[in-house]
């Protein structure tokens, strides 16, 4: 195995996703590598989440690779995908409103592959969304949008994934909360989770993320820097494919 292969956590190659004949995702191919934050932009309707979703396999997908870590994760049940180490978490800060903070986040430690070292991962989530610790014994429906993302991303850490893919996880949120969860998402990269975001937020995502994709209209038409982020003239071009 060559170094390379060593550092790759995500390979997509050929990735397509369509509806009814009528495609979401063309043939788009993309990597993530170990300790990288890799994001990728688009506007709404552009194909972002049917792409994580056909990654997933909850959506009928095809491609010449999908791989985490070598493990082929084109024929693999959902939930299979999961306890492969690729967390997803959807759009819309989605928890289980009548079940409590706690009991939310023990359902995250299913789709571990060991118990061993759930006790520090759970102590790390409380430090890093302390408001997880405070509302421990509430229903998970009480908290504001911006808990309840904070909750939907620590129980898909509590399955200590080798790659964490989060869909739109600022959509809906008050400008304190997107800060809260952008400034999770670098130290949850620090401690050597692979992220993968999908965001419309465009500027933040190229300022955080190592290498940021464009998608527009099911298709990958850039690759930008956090260099670019200032550049908006850019950022309007990427969007607009103009
Ligand atoms: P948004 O930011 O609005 O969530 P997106 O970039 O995630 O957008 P998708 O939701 O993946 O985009 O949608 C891509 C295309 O696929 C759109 O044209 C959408 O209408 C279509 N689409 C998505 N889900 C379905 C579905 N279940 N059935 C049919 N068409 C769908």
Redesign the pocket.
Known sequence: MSPDNRQRVLTVEALRVA??G?P??SDITFHVDAGELVGII??????????L?GLVNA?RSESAQASLRGTDLRRLAPEKVARSGFALVM?GHQVFGRLSVRDNLRLGATARRARAGLTADLDWIHELFPILAEFADRPAGLLSGGQQQQLAIGRALLASPTLLAL??PSLGLSPTAVDTVFEAIQRIRERGTAVLL?E?RAQQTVKSADRTYV?TE?RLTMTLSPTDADDSALLMKAYLGS
């Not at 688009?42 to 792409?51: H, Y």
């Open positions: 509806y009814g009528i979401a995702v688009g506007p709404n309707g552009a194909g972002k989440s049917s792409a979703l959506v759009e869909d739109e999908v419309q998608l099911g």
